[in-house]
């Protein structure tokens, strides 16, 4: 089993940034796919970004591309997202998930079905 635990959302303005920490724990297996999933009131779980954790190819939403970044620092056991020019659609609860794939695999997905393990969430509000 993997827990994941989210930390970092905030109350900020439009334009604003923020950084999300995602901490995984009781990682056993050689490698995953880390991503980070957001939802907002009435609205289906959308996957924001995606890496795998051994060769750090990142993948992103039309959304969202070239405002986050995603990244990880592997001796942290930690997964980020740096968020700049947040919006007033960035609104939403902000969850991180893994799921395990072989290593060498350059497996990714952002499709909500594909993880197994979730975190709690964190929630993200950007104001006009």
């Known amino acids: 089993q993997v827990q994941l635990v989210e930390s970092g959302g905030a109350l900020v303005q439009a334009g604003g940034s923020l950084r999300l920490s995602c901490e995984l724990s009781s990682v056993y297996t050689d490698d995953y796919a880390v991503a980070w999933f957001r939802q907002a009131p009435g609205k289906e779980r959308e996957g924001v970004s995606c890496i795998g954790w051994s060769d750090s190819t990142a993948y992103y939403s039309d959304s969202v591309k070239g405002r986050f970044t995603i990244s990880t620092d592997n001796a942290k056991s930690t997964l980020y997202l740096q968020m700049n020019s947040l919006k007033p659609e960035d609104t939403a609860m902000y969850y991180c998930?893994?799921?395990?794939?072989?290593?060498?695999?350059?497996?990714?997905?952002?499709?909500?079905?594909?993880?197994?393990?979730w975190g709690q969430g964190t929630q993200v509000t950007v104001s006009s």
């Open positions: 998930a893994a799921e395990t794939r072989f290593p060498g695999s350059t497996w990714w997905s952002l499709d909500a079905k594909n993880y197994h393990y």
